[in-house]
């Protein structure tokens, strides 16, 4: 049913917009599938093409919206494109991207319940529009989006605009587009994925897998400078991570969470973590607090302490988990989580919490969080 009816917005859109083959189009490309990613083999510049009627039909699509030549410059052709494609609703979005060079990106999200997209880097170059097929460049072709960003609801939406820049550096065309990962399952994720342009194809450069991008959840990733692509700033829930610290309460997509922000700088055709500091909040101060008393490091225990005494006291109201990771349950009140009071409930059906529901209370000193009270709750 979707694909025939991907056929029928196709063939509605070539009426609409003329049709006809762009002279962009490459021979069949060599790929290799490495880790569940497809990207370009690493020979010369070969362009993906669609291996599918559907993504063919997709394609087609967009280069009908490309003829006659769109107009020279990158907002005008959005603009173009953007009429175009989405003519009857048909759902595409479509991405400007700024620098010195020509680009547009567009995608067609996948249909409710697929969570595949179909992607496509539009550009200028030798006086003319190219096309070339990006899906095939995602991390995870099923499950990550090239402007997933500019489609998540609430916070995590972001400007189309906001989402890609193209640099020219040491003879390389470069460009940085803020992806995403997970948009099918709970704790999305923005990251920045580096391509790079090769004769007449876009090659995958830099992904985020294997590096600390793939701990955090429900990030937003922003470029940090006015233009350019070298540092971007990324705040994610460690929710997820392998934190230790992690399982002493039990979390989940709506909370609690403890937020990190981060700095990633380029370095040539990669980036690298440059910066990162947890975000100071009561709930991060205590999950450290009941971790530290755990593990049997009392000292560390009392430096969020505002009197150590206080050490005494939760030992007695049973704030010592053995064994680690017993994912007690706290309020479900977001204000708390960052100011307090934090109510830590008991009970075998609460994880097997405390003997008795615990209390804490926080004041807030030189921008931490410090623990000023604990009583049964």
């Keep these: 049913m979707r694909r025939a009816m991907m056929l029928a917005i196709g063939a509605a859109l070539l009426a609409a917009c003329a049709s006809g083959p762009s002279k962009s189009r490459t021979a069949t490309p060599a790929v290799t599938e490495t880790g569940g990613a497809v990207t370009p083999a690493a020979t010369s510049a070969v362009t993906p093409v669609p291996t599918t009627a559907e993504d063919a039909g997709m394609e087609q699509t967009v280069r009908a919206c490309m003829t006659p030549a769109l107009p020279d410059d990158t907002a005008g052709a959005e603009s173009r494109l953007d009429a175009c494609l989405n003519r009857g609703e048909a759902g595409f979005v479509v991405a400007p991207v700024g620098g010195p060079l020509p680009v547009v990106l567009i995608e067609r999200p996948g249909d409710p319940g697929l969570c595949r997209s179909v992607d496509f880097i539009a550009w200028r170059t030798g006086g003319e529009w190219r096309l070339q097929f990006a899906t095939p460049l ?5 499950d990550d989006r090239l402007l ?3 489609t998540f609801p609430g916070n995590a939406r972001v400007p189309a605009a906001m989402l890609a ?3 020219s550096d040491a003879g390389s065309t470069l460009m940085t587009v803020l992806s995403s990962t997970a948009t099918c399952g709970s704790g999305p994720r923005m990251y920045p994925l580096l391509v790079a342009l090769k004769g007449d194809a876009w090659q995958l450069a830099w992904d985020p897998r294997g590096s ?4 955090l959840s429900d990030s937003r990733t922003d470029f940090v400078d006015a233009s350019g692509i070298d540092h971007v700033h990324v705040r994610g829930a460690l929710w997820g991570s392998a934190d230790p610290a992690g399982t002493i309460f039990a979390e989940s997509h709506p909370g609690p969470h403890r937020y990190v922000d981060q700095t990633w700088t380029r370095d040539g055709q990669r980036y690298v973590l440059s910066a990162s500091q947890v975000e100071p909040s009561a709930y991060n101060t205590l999950v450290n607090f009941v971790y530290r008393l755990s ?5 560390g225990a009392a430096k969020p302490l505002a009197d150590p005494s206080l050490i005494d006291a939760a030992k007695r109201l049973g704030l010592i988990q053995q064994p680690l990771g017993r994912r007690w349950t706290i309020n479900p009140d977001p204000d708390a989580w960052v100011r307090g009071p934090i109510h830590i409930l008991s009970g075998p059906e609460w994880n097997g919490g405390p003997p008795q529901p615990v209390v804490v209370t926080f004041e807030q000193r030189e921008g931490h969080w410090l623990i000023s009270g ?4």
């Design 138 to 142: 995602l991390p995870d072709p099923i």
């Design 148 to 150: 997933g960003p500019a």
């Design 165 to 167: 820049r193209v640099v």
């Design 212 to 215: 600390e991008l793939t701990t």
């Design 295 to 299: 593990i049997g490091d009392e000292a």
């Design 374 to 377: 604990i009583a049964p709750g």
